[in-house]
């Protein structure tokens, strides 16, 4: 494997890649956009295959629907209720094969329980949903990477999760599925790609589709938004895949034509552990969407919603009304009340729910249910909607679509054998002789192998450079100094934002979006990237502003008043362009 370090560096080679694509005979063998969970997924299947790829993404990875989500990888136990079996087994077999061995450092198994109301027909028809959950999840495998799921009584009920309200159940059902943290997946698959050979750059903002003569799409117009320099591509292949900006980036191609999709939002709170006494998730059926209370490190995770979002796709944003739904329906089932001070943080996201059928016709592939890959344009190749725990077989899908299906043939997939960057067991005993090195306890130990896995040593070393990176930042505990410079030496971070957001989950695990920390951030970013203090100070009133806007919208009442409150601070796409 190549080295898989992504740096100003590495952005600076894959740029000047782009640039050479234009000459004769040097074009790529794909170009991938948009750097979301199925974008990465995407540029790792077309490296692995040995095609020369490079993958662009207008913000920062996963910055759009991919780090914004539920934070679950699971089988969509919903589906059942569609009587979608297919769905659920593809899913239920990803999210088995994550599990063991494409990322098991970082999806962790998760206990829910399903909370029942009546004593006899709702734990007999419940129970028989979730046995064929369990059954789905066996058949590929033919063994279980999670336990069977099991019936709890009330008396049980108040062992497993005492916060459970008497009055919202008689019992439950506890079943497994796992969670992840899906920003730190992105940026591990695009890291994971670039040791396959695959380049990559953040802040390279598509705006023109190409074609050759014939009317095929062969490249693209990008301009990297941090010099505002503008880079012609030519690629055998493009393949888009964009997610909620799906539609603005088939128009790119001058065509009308191509897939539909329709941007959800839904949003989440974050509270802390000791607010509610449990020890599983919970997962709970209201009149408008499935809510989750998910235990996640020191906090819960509470959400979601399901609500049309028609304002900016770039920066939604939760309102009142809507953290309002989320604590009244948490509230309806736990003994004691939340309120909103015990909320330390928010998030709203997008779905990018595909559509039926396809806009003037366009011919187009349907793989499954929820996702689809088209040709709106030849040359062009765009893949829509899906959800995040089947995004291998999505990427496998647009990469076999683009290439047809003799060249797929010859060239197959083989994903669903690469563990990813830190997946591999640590042969060398490193966890505890570096928690007695640098004086870890047990719950960083847990933290770094859950973020970094096997690559923990690369952490080790920043710390043996120098010692005070070994310490722990001092308004954020939960993450060594030695985290914020590997997210710049490792992980392509270029912002403070890149970093507070994604690398880290700082922005909603402590109060008031980490402000407190930032100073701190700064500082270490700082000297990683060269800045000097006026681009420090830049950066921390950028993210400062942010943290302002985005608390001004959680105080108004519709999504238009959060969106106007929200624009007020755009962040990092404010800035001017850097020399």
Known sequence: MLDTRLTKESRDRALARLSESSRPGRE???LVIGGGITGAGIALDAASRGLETVVVEAQDWGAGTSSRSSKLVHGGLRYLQMLDFKLVFEALAERDLLLTTVAPHLVRPVPFLYPLRHRVWERAF???GIALYDVLATLRRGKRALPWHRHL???DLDRVFPDLSARAAVG?????????DDARYVTTLVRTAAGYGAQAATRIQVVELTKNGAGVV??????????DRVIAVKARHVISSTGVWTEQSQALAGETGGLRVLASKGIHIVVPRDRIEGDAGLIL???KSVLFVIPWSRYWVIGTTDTPWTEDLVNPAAHARDINYVLDEANA??????THDDIIGTWAGLRPLLQPGTKDGTASEKVSREHAVASPVPGLTVIAGGKFTTYRIMARDAVDFALGAEAAAARPSITQTLPLVGGRPSTDGAPGALARQFGWDAAMVDHLLHRYGSDIRDIAEICDRDETMSRPLEHAPAYLRAEIAYAVSHEGALHLEDVMHRRTRMVYEYADEALAALPEVARIVAGELGWSDARRDEEVAAYTAVADAVAAAARTSDDAAAARARAAAPGVAAMSPRP
Do not use: F, N
């Open 333 to 338: 089932v736990l003994e004691k009340a939340l």
């Open 153 to 155: 009584s009330r008396a």
């Open 126 to 128: 419940v129970g028989a």
């Open 218 to 227: 062969d490249g693209a117009l990008l301009r990297d938004l941090e010099t």
């Open 28 to 30: 790529l063998d794909v």
């Open 172 to 180: 439950a059902i506890e079943y497994w599925d796992a969670t992840v």
């Open 285 to 287: 059926q209201t009149k």
